[in-house]
């Protein structure tokens, strides 16, 4: 019997914190929650720090690491790097604006 009772104490531990897992990254994403608003903070303050606006391009990933993605505009001389806080919900990002070669703005909070 008393088996029984961890076995599905166990199991509903589980379900919880799976759920728990699944639910929390999207509504801190979406509603740019502790952990995304720390992670912006974050990116924004090593950004500061080195004074990365300004800064050659080649300088973003060795300030804030490698991106969760980028894109570039049409020639190619306009990129963006994205910082999500959660990689498989990309809001809340982190963005660093560069056009040629050169840094020039960062924004928090990027949907």
Known sequence: ??????????LILTVISAVFMGVFPVFDAVCHGPYAT??????QRRANEVGLIGRPEKDVVSVLGTPTFHY?????????YNYAPWPLFPT????????????????????
């Open 38 to 43: 720390w992670f912006n903070r974050d990116c």
């Open 72 to 80: 570039a505009g049409d020639d190619d001389s306009d990129r963006t």
């Open 92 to 111: 809340a990002k982190f963005q660093v604006h560069c056009h040629g070669g050169i840094v020039t703005g960062v924004e928090q909070f990027d949907d």
């Open 1 to 10: 019997m008393q088996l029984k009772v961890k076995t599905r104490t166990l």
